[in-house]
């Protein structure tokens, strides 16, 4: 009995196949996309430039219905890559605690945006509206957070001086309240030997509730050349009993100093005072501490030679 044989088919026969099958499925596609289709498609909304006085609702509008009509490529691209609204708060209407923005009146900028042609496209909504509360307001003192080291024989007579020195903020009145300085940002400075003058930002940071209408200030510093100076003072002894003979060594010190080389001839011996205080003497003690009670604004840095005064009580 013959045997039958099963039909083959040729390799190049199903390779035709193929190109064609795919081919054909190719050209479909492409005459599908062509076609002009209308689809609502939702644009992702952002808000920016809100009023520094008012908080935004958390209940603002997250998206508008975008219809569009076009071919298939441009609502596949819409819909995969889902471009973004930004809105500008600034440009919007206040009406009873709303902030309303017309789209009708941006549509320039929205076509911009969105890369569309309104000619056969719209926006569903006609207005976009946004719930918001007015915040409190305050005025908060600005504490520099600026470490300074000044350079051998340098130094400044005046704190370091911000101007603005009070900045205003808006926010939750909760928060607010709670508050009534905001430094600025850590600076330290090094080896200084000329006026200051810069800008720093100030730290916003655990405030982000909170609207700030200044976000830097403009630091100054006087820095002047410093010399040291030096003067003998006699020591003087305070609450001494009336019925008691106090002798005490040394009968003077050497107070050491810095000044401003401006102001050096200025300073004199007459502007200090040491002082002893009986009534601080711990029992057992043979010495007292001298104190400086009185010296100069002009001047710092400024340290004795030597604070234990020796005593002996006379009999």
């Known amino acids: 009995m013959p045997v039958r044989r099963k039909p083959r088919f040729k390799k190049s026969s199903v390779k035709t196949f193929s190109f064609f099958l795919i081919f054909s499925a190719i050209v479909w596609v492409l005459v599908q996309f062509s076609k002009t289709y209308t689809q609502l498609i939702e644009i992702p909304v952002s808000y920016t430039n809100a009023p520094l006085d008012k908080s935004i609702s958390d209940q603002k509008p997250d998206h508008v219905d975008l219809q569009l009509q076009d071919n298939g490529f441009n609502i596949y691209y819409y819909k995969i890559f889902n471009p973004e609204l930004i809105i500008d708060l600034s440009k919007a209407r206040e009406s009873e605690k709303q902030l309303v923005y017309t789209l009708q009146n941006h549509l320039t900028d929205i076509e911009q945006q969105l890369k569309i042609d309104f000619e056969n496209s719209r926006i569903i909504q006609e207005e976009i509206v ?186």
């Open 130 to 315: 946004v719930p918001f509360q007015f915040k409190k307001e305050k005025m908060l003192k600005v504490i520099p957070n600026i470490e300074v080291n000044y350079a051998v024989g340098f130094s400044a007579d005046d704190t370091i001086y911000l101007t603005p020195d009070s900045v205003k903020v808006s926010g939750p009145e909760k928060i607010i309240d709670s508050l009534v300085s905001v430094p600025t940002r850590s600076l330290s400075l090094s080896k200084i030997n000329s006026d200051l003058d810069g800008i720093i930002d100030i730290d916003t940071s655990g405030l982000g509730e909170l609207s700030f209408y200044e976000n830097s200030v403009r630091y100054t510093q006087e820095v002047e050349k410093y010399t040291e100076g030096s003067a003998e003072i006699a020591v003087e002894v305070e609450n001494v009993p009336d019925n008691l003979n106090l002798a005490y060594f040394p009968k003077t010190v050497v107070v050491y100093y810095q000044v401003n080389l401006k102001q050096f001839e200025s300073i004199s011996a007459a502007d200090f005072r040491v002082v002893c205080n009986y009534k601080d003497i711990k029992e057992g003690d043979d010495y007292m501490i001298a104190q400086i009670v009185e010296k100069p604004e002009s001047v710092n840095n400024i340290r004795l030679n030597e604070r234990r005064i020796q005593f002996v009580i006379k009999r």
